[in-house]
Structures are given as structure tokens and as C-alpha cells.
């Protein structure tokens, strides 16, 4: 299994702001990584991926950071909307990507962003 | 639609009382997935099928959950004799195909149990 874990349950950012939300994982052996985004009363919506033999990768807006020497990654947020207020989730898998092994999650960060 | 869908939204249910949530996952979607999330927390993995076949139920918490996916698409996750504990979030996620794909949410099934 994987043990995926945030350093900080809440954080709080102006709105325009670059925001960044880190991770630890635990098991060296995962090659894969998701950062989902969680709106109240629905389910995680995908925001981007990374596999392990990357060590950055970029969407709209965001960006995904893969540190595999100390098991670190974290999501960065340019220019932080109102929309972007939401609960993140990392989440690691092994090599089936969320196959038999099923995807683990960590607890979340609260993204708050201030007018 | 062209997304995860889960039904019903939320279910009240009196402690005791068995309660059947369905996933329909997104067409074509071989691999599905059931987590469960409580108030506060990630996901937790209970289940996952690929196609008809359930290969992993490591997740489920107690013989007292039990999920199907007889045709290899709509399935439905059972919990029988509720209980206070069983409170929670049930999602459903599909994915295209096993391995380095990712995993697509529906908006869950809300579980109250009293």
C-alpha cells in the first residue's frame, strides 16, 4: 500500500496569489501520483498526474512538482481564483495507476483563497 | 451524461436496515472503483473491479458490505444491517482501462445511518 499524507490541513491565500500544497508519500515503490481538487458535496475532480520518471509537469494554471529523493510532492496554483477554493487531495499508486491496487489518498488540504 | 453517475444522492437510514448504492461508471470504463469517505477525511479504498470480475475487496470494512458488478457496468454496493459507524460518503470511480490511468469520480452517495 502507499501512505500518503499533507503537511497542512488548511491554507489560506489571497486571491491572485500563487499557491502551493505539498505531500509526503511513504512508499518509495509508487509510480504514480494524482492531485484532485474537492468541492463541497462532490466527488474529486481530477486536476493532473505524474508518473514517476518526471519530475514536473505542467497544465492550465498548475503545476505538479515530483521529488522522488525525499518522497515529496506538491501542486502549485498560479494566480489563485475564487473557483479554486476546495479541499486537495494527493493521491499514490503503484504501477497499475489506480488498478488492483486502487489509488490512496491523503487527508487534504483546505484551500482558501481571500478576496 | 458523460460522467460517473451515483444514485441516490443521500440515504437516511435507520440503523439495522440494509441499503443498496448503485454507480453507473462512464461508458466504456473497464475498472471501477468503490471508496469511502468520511467527514474530513480522503477516500478510502473499499473495492475494485475490472469489468465483471472483482479482483481486489480488501477495503470493505466488514461482511456486512458487498458489491456486484454482474455485466461489467453498473454496479451497486450492498450494506446490510447498518450501522452509526457506516455513516458516510460512498463514491464511485471509473477508469478507461487498468494501470496509469486516472480515476473518474461520481458525486457520491451521502449515508446517514440513525
Known amino acids: 500500500g502507499e501512505n500518503v499524507g499533507l503537511h497542512l490541513p488548511t491554507l489560506s491565500v489571497q486571491e491572485g496569489d500563487n499557491s502551493i500544497i505539498n505531500c509526503a508519500y511513504s512508499n518509495s515503490a509508487s509510480d504514480y501520483f494524482i492531485w484532485y481538487k474537492q468541492e463541497s458535496g462532490k466527488g474529486p475532480q481530477f486536476i493532473i498526474d505524474i508518473r514517476s520518471n518526471m519530475d514536473k509537469r505542467q497544465g492550465q494554471r498548475v503545476t505538479v512538482l515530483l521529488n522522488k529523493t525525499v518522497k515529496h510532492l506538491s501542486l502549485q496554483i498560479a494566480a489563485t481564483q475564487p473557483g479554486d477554493s476546495a479541499v486537495y487531495f494527493c493521491?499514490?499508486?503503484?504501477?497499475?495507476?489506480?488498478?488492483?491496487?486502487?489509488?490512496?489518498f491523503g487527508k487534504g488540504t483546505h484551500l482558501i483563497i481571500q478576496p | 451524461g458523460a460522467g460517473v453517475s451515483q444514485s441516490p444522492r443521500y440515504k437516511v437510514a435507520k440503523r439495522g436496515q440494509d441499503v443498496a448504492l448503485r454507480c453507473d461508471p462512464i461508458?466504456?470504463?473497464?475498472?471501477l472503483f468503490w471508496y469511502q469517505q468520511a467527514l474530513g477525511q480522503g477516500p478510502e479504498f473499499l473495492t475494485y473491479f475490472q469489468n465483471e470480475a472483482q479482483l481486489d475487496k480488501s477495503g470493505l470494512p466488514s461482511d456486512r458490505f458487498f458489491a456486484e458488478r454482474p455485466e461489467g457496468s453498473v454496479s451497486t454496493l450492498k450494506i446490510q444491517r447498518t450501522q452509526q459507524e457506516d455513516s458516510a460518503v460512498y463514491l464511485c470511480?471509473?477508469?478507461?482501462?487498468?494501470?496509469?490511468?486516472?480515476?473518474?469520480f461520481g458525486n457520491g452517495t451521502r449515508l446517514t445511518v440513525t
Open positions: 461508458s466504456g470504463h473497464v475498472s
Open positions: 493521491a499514490g499508486a503503484g504501477a497499475s495507476g489506480g488498478g488492483a491496487d486502487g489509488l490512496t
Open positions: 470511480a471509473s477508469s478507461f482501462r487498468q494501470g496509469s490511468s486516472p480515476l473518474h
